[in-house]
């Protein structure tokens, strides 16, 4: 079996690991754009037989939707066996319902636009919300990687005297289980709303943070502003300097540079988007998940 992984631009790095797990081939995806802003994808075409992982971040996926499609439709025109994708960081997981009239519901439009290109899909922690299992929105075999073993590995190992600290109660789910893997203490910020643009937060138990380093801890920090409010908070406490540990570094417009200018000094985040805070890996677990299905694809092909 020929295992073939092709990255876009923007995941070279990450390719590398996944690749060394994998026992892949890597063969990266060439991406350009005409003076009009069309897109032209340039791939190896010596896939004769190849089971094919493509690899792409969805952090912007607008953009990059119509590439990743030409992208997998061009690799089974030179022979590709199977076509799977590994999107460390899932996109459109936000709009699940319609929350007002005439809006699109947006995830699953989303999930029949990958299915109609891909076999199987690998990703790190979705961003769920009212859906409980990513396996029901999807028709093709999926895989959700949990990054919790090594961000509680890199938290128990580099901030030993750590306490973790949740920005709101839809963090708890994963401090908890981070702290308990770290064997670590937690907490989990109260939030109290005086109005519409009044929004207060403040930690259960100040006295059990004092001399430890607080770690926040989120799976996604976008705007950053509920990150802002818990060091605008922790500073007033004059607690030891925090550190953000994140799942998925999306840091959206300036939110990184804001962040660091409150104070906020030291982040580190894994590699499901490339970004200056890299500082846990999760390839070998995509690679381990991608191969799984991989191989199931592979002999589901074999025997039809």
């Known amino acids: 079996m020929t ?18 797990h994998l026992q892949a081939r890597v063969a990266p995806i060439a991406w350009r754009h005409f003076p009009d802003g069309e897109s032209l994808v340039t791939l190896d075409d010596d896939l004769e037989g190849a089971d094919v992982a493509i690899l792409a971040t969805l952090r912007n996926p ?33 709009q699940d319902t319609r929350f007002h009239g005439g809006e699109a519901v947006s995830v699953p439009l989303f999930a029949r636009f990958l299915e109609e290109a891909f076999d199987w899909l690998v990703t790190v922690d979705p961003h769920l919300h009212r859906i409980r299992q990513l396996q029901s929105l999807y028709r093709i075999p999926v895989a959700h990687v949990s990054a919790t073993p090594a961000v509680s590995r890199w938290i128990a190992q580099a901030i030993p005297e750590a306490i973790l600290i949740g920005p709101d109660s839809e963090s708890e789910q994963w401090v908890s289980r981070i702290a308990q893997e770290a064997q670590l203490p937690y907490q989990v910020l109260n939030k109290e709303r005086h109005g519409d643009y009044d929004v207060r937060v403040s930690l259960p138990d100040p ?7 607080p770690v926040l801890v989120d799976d996604i920090v976008s705007s950053g502003h509920t990150i802002l409010e818990t060091v ?14 994140t799942i998925h570094p999306v840091f959206a417009g300036n939110a990184y540079e804001r962040l660091q200018d409150a104070g906020l000094k030291h982040t580190a985040s894994t590699d499901t988007i490339a970004h200056p805070s890299n500082a846990i890996s999760v390839g070998s677990d995509l690679a381990a998940a991608a191969s799984a299905l991989m191989t199931s694809s592979s002999v589901s092909w074999e025997d039809t």
């Open 3 to 20: 295992r073939v992984l092709m990255p876009f631009p923007a995941d070279a790095t990450l390719a590398a690991t996944i690749a060394t």
């Open 207 to 213: 006295s059990a943070v004092a001399g430890r380093i």
């Open 62 to 94: 607008d953009p990059l939707a119509l590439p990743l499609l030409f992208a997998a439709h061009t690799a089974r025109e030179f022979g590709a066996r199977s076509v799977g994708l590994i999107a460390p960081y899932l996109a459109y997981m936000r």
């Open 232 to 245: 605008t908070h922790l500073q007033r406490l004059a607690l030891r300097e925090a550190v953000l540990v």
